[in-house]
């Protein structure tokens, strides 16, 4: 607590791996919220997941009652997930949902929207809330909870939001600009700030899967045959980045940044309805708002076919310094990815801005190396102090119990039926002789699922297995 207090008072970095169970919210909240009440900053609490909100929100609310602090806090999510009239397909693509509600706003077709309630708002300030509690308060007054937090957000002392928040440009830009706060306004709490490198690489990472550019082509080749001649002529790419490969004899090759844009724009230009290579991309997007949105239709297997190549080539013009590349790793199905390979190309700059920021996991360890992957480390931020910390952990030693065992592996080169089973089956022994509840970790979901297809019956029978998204 004592470094947080140095940190938030100094205008530093705190960079702290501490175990789980000594308190980790609590000591970072308390020093951060006392000095924001002071000084009029905001503290943005930044989580990758939901069930850290709550634990978020549980602890602000017991910081509340029992120190006496009088501060407002406000729960979100992402915009589309908090919206009352949004389908499945609006949460999965944000771009098709930003339409949407930009759409319903303009032609004041949106109620909730459109509606203003000072008693909805002032529960919204004046309690704590869940963010599923605010949706569904704000939903029932007829109130868009997104906006609803947002403006009690102006005035907030804690926004407890995802990572997206501060960490993806479009949306930090859009959010501080509606709360009217800058990032020297912002005192910024990182929680679980392990995800943070693999969360900023994957905001700006992606891949195409000839596949999906089929599917797509094949979905809107009876209502828009310009745009299905333009599907074929990128499946032609594919086709022309295939025979490259092969005739190197590589699984997969670098591609040049400009290469996918010049390709494409050389057609486009040839067309009956010539176009650049954005307005190829935003073509598709109308294409998309004009299926059906009607869960497990073919209309909808469609859309998100012309969605997910639209999203694709926004992403593929992106400045940053990004490795792209065509695989062929599946033969019948070859693949165009770009990857985000420095996340502090994102982070350095938010942290050199910003007033304050600590990020804190039981995983931050070794503390340097997160420091040098996140442009945190004293040599890329000059003028600010750059702490960091790996605290012990109170509980005593021998209660910690580590057993390896030798004859198993989880490598790439290894895995297989054999592998799977022998996994499963150490699995199940462990549980034998566990008494209550325990838990297992896995490099990858891939895996997950394949080892526990052969865990044992009565393993199998009580396990909670958690699925991808």
Known sequence: ??????????GNILIAHAPTGI????????PALQYAVETEKTVFFLTSKRSQHKIAIDTLRLIKEHAKLDFVTVDVTSKQSMCPRAVSIYREFYSLFNEFCKSEQKSKRCRYFMKRDEEALQRVKEEIMHVEDLCSWCASRGVCPYKAALEVAES????????NYLFSADVAEAVLEKIKRSLDDLIVIVDEAHNLPDRIRNNLSSELRMSTVTGAARGIRHTNREVHGNLMELERIFAKLAMEASKNKRVEINVATDFLVEEMEKVLRRRIEAMSYDEFANSLREIAKDFQTSGGSKDEIVQRNVLSV????????????CLRIFSLSQNDNPTLLFKLLDPSVISEPIFAKAHSTIMMSGTLCPTAMYADVLGASPDRLKGKEI???EYKSPFPAENRLIVVTKELTTKYAKRGEEMYR???????????NVKGGMAVFFPSYALLKNIAAYLPLEVKRRAIVERRG
């Not at 607590?1 to 100094?10: A, L, T």
């Not at 639209?310 to 310094?321: I, M, S």
């Not at 022998?422 to 034998?432: L, P, R, S």
């Open 1 to 10: 607590m004592k470094d947080v207090k140095h940190s938030v008072e100094g």
């Open 23 to 30: 308190g980790k919210t609590v000591a970072a909240l308390v």
């Open 156 to 163: 907030a002392d804690v926004l407890v939001c995802d990572y």
């Open 310 to 321: 639209a999203d694709f080539l926004d992403g593929w013009g992106t400045r940053e310094k």
């Open 387 to 389: 702490i960091l910390r």
């Open 422 to 432: 022998k996994v499963a089956g150490k699995i199940g022994e462990v549980a034998k």
